[in-house]
């Protein structure tokens, strides 16, 4: 099933939104499931369906963002991410998300340079971050801004925090070990009651120090560094999946790393 399917602002860029899903495994295979279809379909009709993160220097990047939020077992239709579902308002979201929600999103903060290997693990995904991208280039968190990577969404009715949506995501991923390596991250925060940051004042655009402090990887070989020195990523792949990873992405941003845009644009197109 698709919930939203409508043209976005590059060349023949299309967004589609795939209904929510519980099971975190199923979701998985909804996308790989959507990705298998359309490039199926466009074959048929003599297209190419590109999902690559950059197709045009000019034009904005294809990402893939992912919404998560979480219940309560005993209340399945809670919201236990926001204040108003879970059992009491944190302070560093200015009373927006629960404790467990604000632990959460600290979780993901700060493994979110390891993170980055996994969500965005090619050379073509660091062609699409950056200023004025919509996807953010610092560790920061805010509320509804588009230009942040972590952003706290709202309900447009009530103004309570329905969702966090993670930006650093694109299709070259294996969305199997990518969204595993975010709840990890998240669950992380929650069991170890991180506090969670202040939210970023100014724009992640501007130039000021705090922003190049926590700046992100801008490059692939930059992560996967940052992942071999994140303990706890490590631990969830495990040392042989980890080596194998690492040593494989390598691999592929040594080849990649020798081609411009438009050569890679053209050896996907004319392998079929």
């Known amino acids: 099933d698709i919930e939203t399917l409508h043209s976005e602002s590059a060349p023949g860029q299309m967004e589609v939104v795939l209904p929510y899903q519980a099971d975190v495994v199923k979701l998985a295979d909804m996308v790989v499931l959507a990705r298998e279809t359309i490039g199926a379909c466009a074959k048929k009709h003599g297209l190419h369906a590109l999902f690559l993160p950059k197709v045009?220097?000019?034009?904005?990047?294809?990402?893939?963002?992912?919404?998560?939020?979480?219940?309560?077992?005993?209340?399945?239709?809670s919201n236990v991410f926001s204040s108003s579902g879970g059992r009491s308002a944190g302070n560093s979201s200015q009373g927006l998300l629960s404790y467990m929600g604000e632990s959460f999103l600290e979780g993901i903060l700060s493994h979110l340079k390891g993170l980055t290997s996994l969500t965005m693990p090619t050379v073509n995904s660091y062609?699409?971050?950056?200023?004025?991208?919509?996807?953010?280039?610092?560790?920061?968190w805010m509320v509804e801004d588009k230009e942040c990577p972590l952003r706290?969404?709202?309900?447009?009715?009530?103004?309570?925090a329905t969702n966090l949506e993670y930006k650093?995501?694109?299709?070259?991923?294996?969305?199997?070990?990518a969204l595993a390596g975010i709840l990890f991250a998240g669950m992380e925060g929650i069991s170890q009651k991180m506090k969670l940051r202040p939210?970023?004042?100014?724009?992640?655009d501007s130039n000021d120090d705090d922003s190049k402090n926590a700046s992100l990887p801008t490059n692939l070989e930059e992560s996967l560094q940052c992942l071999l020195n994140d303990?706890?990523?490590c631990e969830l792949l495990g040392e042989k999946l980890s080596t194998s990873y690492v040593a494989v992405k390598r691999a592929e941003g040594k080849y990649a790393g020798q081609k411009s845009l438009l050569q890679e644009i053209e050896e996907i197109i004319n392998r079929g």
């Open 56 to 77: 045009f220097e000019q034009y904005a990047g294809n990402g893939m963002h992912v919404h998560l939020s979480f219940a309560s077992i005993d209340n399945p239709d």
């Open 127 to 140: 062609r699409r971050v950056g200023p004025g991208c919509w996807t953010g280039h610092s560790i920061s």
């Open 152 to 160: 706290v969404c709202l309900d447009v009715s009530s103004s309570e």
């Open 168 to 177: 650093l995501m694109d299709s070259t991923c294996n969305v199997y070990l």
């Open 199 to 204: 939210m970023m004042i100014n724009s992640p």
């Open 231 to 233: 303990p706890l990523l």
